[in-house]
Nanobody, 114 residues
């Protein structure tokens, strides 16, 4: 059974940094694109960043220049380095991947507040 498990969330002050991790099981990780989504209270789920099997990345405009997505296929892990965090980055961050993006993690909470 495929599992995606996020970690690394927490409370951070504006301007601070966090590094999220998504540990994936099985061969699903290496062959497919992986993505980070986020969902804030009362808002729709938003695609934050994508890293393809080739390593090519894409970001939503609001995080460009502040967030960096990467993957380590040897460790079956995807990362999201988040710098210069803003209160509007507060959300549950979810890992997504697999064929047609069918697998989801449970999410990790990020709170940016002074």
């Amino acid at each position: 059974q495929v599992q995606l498990v996020e970690s690394g969330g927490g409370l951070v002050q504006p301007g601070g940094s966090l590094r999220l991790s998504c540990a994936a099981s099985g061969r699903v990780f290496k062959s497919y694109a992986m993505a980070w989504y986020r969902q804030a209270v009362g808002k729709e789920r938003e695609l934050v960043a994508v890293v393809r099997s080739s390593g090519r990345t894409n970001y939503t405009d609001s995080v460009k220049g502040r967030f960096t997505v990467s993957r380590d296929n040897a460790k079956n892990t995807m990362y999201l380095q988040m710098n210069s965090l803003k209160p509007e980055d507060t959300a549950v961050y979810l890992c997504n991947g697999g064929p047609m993006g069918i697998y989801w993690g449970q999410g990790t909470q990020v709170i940016v507040s002074s």
